[in-house]
Every structure is written in C-alpha cells, then in structure tokens.
C-alpha cells in the first residue's frame, strides 16, 4: 500500500516548476511506483497560456478548483474549465490551456512520468526511465 500526504511533497523533490514558472506539479504517483499510470496535483497559476502536446503520453484531467479554458489546436474549439469538469487527452490532442484563476487539477499521466520531467519544445514530456526515487 502506498500512502503519501501532499503537506509532505511540497518543497521536495516531487514539488516541480518549469523555468517559466506557470505552473506547478506535485507528483503524487511515479513510474516506480509500478501503478502503470503516474497521478499529479498541479497548479495553473493565474494568467497563464501553456501550449501542449504529449505526443508520448495520454493524459487525463480533473479540475477541482479554478477558471480557464482549453483550446484544441487542430479544430479551434474552446471548452472552459471549472471546478468539476474533466477532460481527457485521448488522441494525443495538441492544446492550449488558459488560466483565469489559480486552478487546481488532478492529473493522471499514462505511461508514468518519473517524476522530473517538464516540458520540452512541442510541449510534450520526453519518455524517460525511472531514477529510483
């Protein structure tokens, strides 16, 4: 059984920030936890426009708080986002997400990330192996 208290993750190596600082993923779940899905609590800060395409990775997210809205970049379409809505990448959709408000999503990741992973060029995250911790 796997136990882990978020209060915990904060400030340590499962808390990540990418350099431009919209967002941050605590990393609840990891590859080596050999769930066979990686699960985050992620925070969209205000303001923010991140465009994305996990091209490696299907992605699921569930927005418990917060305003936004995500765009599909092949069609255009626009959905807002709100506490309790969830939306699913199934098609390795290329997209934008917009922040209102701080949101706060939960994020489920399959295959798992290990855990330092942030965004590359496209926007994707690289397929990577397991450091252990």
């Known amino acids: 059984m796997i136990i882990r208290n978020l209060r915990e993750i904060r400030g340590s190596d499962h808390e990540v920030r990418p350099e431009d600082g919209q967002w941050t993923s605590r990393r609840l779940l990891l590859k080596h936890d050999d769930?066979?899905?990686s699960m985050h609590d992620t925070l969209i800060h205000a303001g923010s426009e991140i465009r994305m395409w996990y091209k490696n990775h299907l992605e699921?997210?569930?927005c418990v708080s917060g305003e936004g809205e995500?765009?599909?970049i092949e069609t255009g379409e626009k959905y807002l986002i709100s506490d309790g809505i969830l939306y699913a990448l199934d098609k390795n959709?290329?997209?934008i997400l917009r922040a209102v408000s701080e949101m706060?999503?939960?994020?489920?990741f399959n295959p798992p990330l290990t855990g330092r992973e942030v965004h590359d060029?496209?926007?994707a995250y690289p397929l990577m192996e397991s450091t252990g911790s």
């Open 104 to 108: 706060r999503m939960i994020c489920v």
């Open 70 to 72: 995500i765009e599909d």
């Open 121 to 123: 060029a496209d926007g």
């Open 60 to 62: 699921a997210v569930y």
């Open 35 to 37: 769930m066979g899905f």
């Open 93 to 95: 959709d290329k997209h």
